[in-house]
């Protein structure tokens, strides 16, 4: 095998031959993938199907905490998993660039397989593109998933059935992942201590479906962060949505280069942060829910929804003031994922 990559990966003859079999089937092998047929053959039993896809052109390539390639998988796992669906299977996409170095390659594809293995899920098919260099950066991926969708949650990702009353919920600390890549984009000297908190959400959400809890609303905290989240819920409402500032945790470290830098943490992408919307009654038998696995250990109720304020979000502060949440404008750090 090549140190790099060549203009003849991407040619579909022997070099492509030899980097799918040696490569990508060898890490992500099972046994749809090893047929290596045109298409994937899949067999689903379900009368709804959740279908995502996701690019991922993350720079730095590799950041304290994952890589592209966990990110590529834990983006789409977790777009399929906020919808209410269990994951099943992922196609996975490369555009790389000539030259790019195959050792590399692989530690982002073994990166990769074992983020799909935690997740329980299966990449089954997937492409090889090789440009010239200079007409990309390294290597971008594209992720595509299949998901089931049981009848009982099919409005979670529509948010339809949000009530005032409810309860917002958040898995953990913010801002980790947008400072982890912003520290490791400028080699900061403490960096180290900023972990992105990238992961396959699927396994925690299960966990909370099958307690039959009412869940009214999830979506994952990415790029916007929480704020554009609770945006999105409150968008042309008849009710407003209020959070606690006290309650937003956030890592010691990830608040001191925020104030450094001057970023505020609730726009800050997050990449295994889940904003659920739970109806009082079942608050806090999610919340017990989520403090009992290592991804949600951090959890807290952080606000609820509310007959004031109309369309908006409100933050009651730790002063005791008030703030409007608007959506991010314009891209506050541009390929963080």
Request: charged share 25%.
């Amino acid at each position: 095998m090549n140190e790099n990559i060549l203009l003849g990966h991407g040619s579909g003859g022997k070099l492509t031959h030899n980097l799918i079999s040696n490569l990508f089937v060898k890490h992500f092998s099972n046994p749809i993938l090893e047929k290596q047929t045109d298409s994937a053959i899949l067999e689903i039993n379900a009368n709804n199907i959740s279908f995502t896809t996701d690019s991922f052109v993350v720079d730095p390539l590799f950041f304290n905490g994952g890589d592209i390639g966990k990110l590529a998988v834990a983006g789409t796992v977790n777009d399929l998993a906020v919808s209410g669906a269990e994951p099943l299977f992922l196609s996975a996409s490369f555009i790389i660039e000539e030259g790019f170095s195959f050792s590399e390659l692989e530690k982002i594809v073994k990166s990769m397989a074992e983020e799909a293995k935690k997740a329980n899920i299966k990449i089954v098919t997937g492409d090889t593109k090789v440009v010239d260099r200079g007409k990309c950066d390294k290597v971008f991926i594209n992720t595509s998933g299949i998901g089931i969708l049981s009848e009982k949650n099919k409005e979670i990702s529509s948010g339809e059935k949000i009530e005032i009353g409810d309860k917002i919920i958040i898995n953990g600390t913010i801002g980790d992942h947008g400072m982890a890549i912003m520290a490791t984009r400028n080699d900061m000297n403490f960096s180290s201590n900023i972990k992105s908190d990238c992961a396959s959400l699927n396994q925690l959400i299960k966990k909370v479906i099958d307690s039959g809890a009412d869940i009214k609303f999830m979506r994952d905290a990415t790029r916007g962060g929480l704020s554009t989240v609770l945006c999105e819920i409150v968008e042309n409402k008849s009710y407003g949505i209020e959070i606690n500032e006290d309650d937003l945790a956030v890592n010691e470290n990830v608040r001191g280069i925020c104030e450094l830098l001057g970023f505020d943490p609730v726009y800050v992408a997050n990449e295994g942060k889940v904003v659920m919307v739970v109806s009082n009654k079942d608050s806090e038998k999610v919340l017990a829910i989520l403090k009992k696995d290592e991804l949600g250990k951090a959890s807290s109720i952080i606000g609820e929804v509310v007959d004031e304020h109309h369309g908006k979000g409100w933050i009651n502060t730790e002063i005791g003031g008030k703030r409007i949440i608007d959506m991010l404008a314009g891209e506050q750090l541009p390929r963080i994922c």
